[in-house]
């Protein structure tokens, strides 16, 4: 506590389109659902990229997920885009399956190459309104 309150710290930049803003595109991303509970209808998304870039997991709502014909489990691939939610959560929105389907390596942890290769075919962005998550 400073002399005035609670003080930031550690605090670090985002990168420019990590999430979407004011209607300012934002970046897709490839992660692995860490969780999810199907009761509940959410859970959480990771990856390397994503705990680098915004240090921790993404919230994953099954209403994300309407045109998905099985709900995920852990270690599925998916491509979203990051939005902030209405209580300041970061929440994954227009969530794609990665390859049409979910992937997962035979213990059901994320193949982290995978992972890899679909990052660099993703394309970017830039110039588009909003987030556009690539169909695949």
């Not at 003080?7 to 930049?13: I, K, N």
């Not at 959410?42 to 990229?49: K, Q």
């Not at 209405?86 to 982290?112: C, F, H, I, M, W």
Request: with cysteine; proline share 7%; hydrophobic share 30%.
């Amino acid at each position: 506590m400073g002399n005035k309150g609670p003080q930031a710290s550690e605090v670090s930049l985002l990168p420019a389109g990590a999430f979407v803003v004011g209607g300012e595109p934002g970046n897709p991303y490839t992660a692995a659902v860490k969780s999810f509970n199907e009761e509940k209808g959410w859970g959480f998304v990771t990856s390397e990229e994503i705990q680098r870039i915004f240090g921790k997991d993404i919230f994953l709502h099954r209403r994300e997920l309407q045109e998905q014909q099985q709900l995920p489990g852990p270690g599925d691939v998916i491509t979203f885009c990051v939005e902030q939610g209405p209580n300041g959560q970061l929440e994954a929105k227009q969530v794609q399956t990665a390859g049409g389907d979910y992937s997962r390596d035979t213990a059901g942890v994320l193949a982290s190459s995978r992972i890899d290769r679909l990052q660099r075919a993703r394309p970017g962005a830039a110039g588009r309104r909003g987030c556009v998550v690539p169909r695949r």
